[in-house]
């Protein structure tokens, strides 16, 4: 059962690189997220896509954009890297039900440092 | 707006102690609450969810959380800590009743267990 698959892993850009992180889920899940992790600020919201098609801006989605390929896959641009965006990425999803307390599904992250 | 509140960033106890990790939400909504744990580089996994059916909430390694209405709280419990509960723990709440809300995340308690 593989959930929900992020790569790469690891990857360290220098200032002003692009990147794209990548995200699939198996699950047939709606929704997906991406959300940042910094210490001692828990996780927050970039991004996030209610269902396939569709895309809204999170918390913090200043200097970042998305892509919902598909139901299945959901990727992360980093147009121009910046110091500031080192942090662990994590992709999520989870089905969409209302009223009922469906989790989010989390990615193992992605560690990303800008030099 | 939504949010929750952990109170202590580092909690240490003792192997076979008790573990209580605190967690307090504001909500204009009955609330959708989550506890998931978080080993080193890896991902977030589901602890429990809260559900209108029960205050007392089970869920996996032995935990569990007291949906607390009177006091906005929905805090962790353990009866026995043990060494492989070293983690950092994150409460989380959903924004609103529609299925696919978006989480709040709190800042996250690293718990330590000492031999």
């Known amino acids: 059962n593989a959930g929900v698959t992020q790569t790469p892993k690891f990857q360290v850009l220098k200032t002003g690189q692009s990147m794209t992180l990548q995200c699939a889920q198996d699950?047939?899940?709606?929704?997906m997220y991406w959300y940042r992790q910094d210490p001692g600020m828990g996780l927050r919201l970039i991004y996030y896509?209610?269902?396939?098609?569709?895309?809204d801006k999170g918390e913090v989605p200043n200097g970042y954009n998305v892509s919902r390929l598909n139901k299945r896959e959901f990727s992360l641009r980093l147009e121009s890297a910046a110091p500031s965006q080192t942090s662990v990425y994590f992709c999520a999803s989870s089905e969409v039900q209302l009223y009922s307390n469906q989790p989010q599904h989390f990615g193992d992250g992605t560690r990303l440092s800008i030099l | 707006a939504q949010s929750v509140t952990q109170l202590g960033s580092h909690v240490s106890v003792s192997e076979g102690a008790l573990v209580l990790l605190r967690c307090n939400y504001s909500?204009?909504?009955?609330?959708?609450l989550f506890w998931y744990v978080q080993y080193p580089n890896q991902g977030l996994q589901l602890l429990l969810k809260y559900t209108s059916a029960a205050t007392l909430v089970k869920g996996i390694n032995g935990f569990e959380a007291e949906f607390k209405k009177s006091e906005t709280s929905f805090h962790l419990t353990k009866p026995s800590a043990h060494m492989s509960d070293a983690a950092e723990y994150f409460c989380?709440?959903?924004?609103?009743?529609?299925?696919?809300?978006?989480?709040?995340f709190g800042t996250g308690t690293r718990l330590t267990i000492i031999p």
């Open positions: 909500s204009s909504v009955p609330p959708y």
């Open positions: 896509s209610a269902s396939e098609g569709t895309t």
């Open positions: 989380a709440v959903r924004r609103s009743n529609f299925g696919n809300e978006k989480l709040t």
């Open positions: 699950m047939n899940h709606n929704s």
